[in-house]
């Protein structure tokens, strides 16, 4: 790692988390998911200091490498040595989530096109495929606040997301937890995917009238049962191989 001195005492198991938190910040830029220099994806450091990732603000999320990665504590401040600044204010919803979801080793929020446009309708995320009922099994909704700057929303945002692992932040943007970076990035995959899919299938709609094909509510329910399940596994042990590859292919700098 180009950065290795100010990370002297950095066990395997950080190592680890932040080659993969690098990998989801290159990826969500090959996928076109960035905003600029803005929006975060955070992973908790395995140990009990409450310490946490998160992308050092000014870099594009291309730039990103493991060693540039920023560690800071629930309330977003720098911990120990990093020539990077952060943006404390873009933690608010991150630590809102860490700090009461022990499941949350990472936390992504985005500001797609797409994501941000469901999340504008009033009707929010609707079953009108597969990709959509598998999602919405585990969705949840947080009505907005304004620019996150205010830790009193936190308690809001608690409350809204519970248990769930997806989010659809009114006005806003997407967000998904999970226990490690692969599971966080699957889901999100998977709320963005839908998203997309019904922008375009609405916008069909519009431009050539008629109805949409409905999906009879018992298999909607069966899919719901299924997305509830989780794609825990599936995502650890196949999908984030298979996109690290992809990855190493591409460019491979992020273990820097």
């Excluded at 992308?55 to 920023?70: C, Q």
Aim: hydrophobic share 40%.
């Amino acid at each position: 790692m180009s950065e290795a001195s100010a990370q002297v005492s950095m066990s395997d198991a950080e190592r680890k988390v932040r080659v993969d938190l690098a990998a989801a910040y290159r990826l969500v830029a090959l996928f076109g998911w960035d905003d600029l220099v803005f929006t975060h994806i955070s992973a908790r450091v395995p140990g009990p200091e409450h310490h946490f990732l998160i992308n050092p603000y000014g870099l594009l999320f291309e730039e990103i490498t493991a060693s540039s990665l920023v560690k800071v504590d629930l309330d977003g401040q720098k911990v120990g040595d990093s020539p990077y600044p952060v943006n404390p204010a873009g933690f608010t919803i991150h630590s809102a989530v860490h700090e009461v979801r022990e499941d949350a080793g990472c936390v992504m929020h985005l500001h797609t096109p797409d994501g941000t446009a469901v999340a504008t309708l009033e009707q929010g995320l609707l079953p009108l495929n597969q990709t959509a009922q598998l999602a919405m099994a585990d969705l949840a909704y947080h009505d907005y606040e304004g620019v996150a700057l205010d830790h009193d929303e936190r308690p809001r945002l608690q409350r809204d997301l519970g248990s769930k692992g997806t989010m659809l932040l009114r006005n806003h943007g997407t967000l998904t937890v999970g226990p490690t970076v692969a599971q966080a990035f699957t889901r999100m995959y998977f709320l963005e995917r839908a998203c997309t899919m019904q922008v375009r299938t609405l916008a069909m709609q519009a431009a050539a009238g008629g109805g949409l094909y409905p999906t009879a509510e018992p298999v909607i329910e069966k899919n719901m049962q299924i997305g509830r399940m989780g794609l825990g596994q599936v995502a650890d042990a196949l999908v984030w191989p298979a996109l690290i590859r992809k990855l190493d292919r591409v460019g491979p700098g992020y273990k820097d």
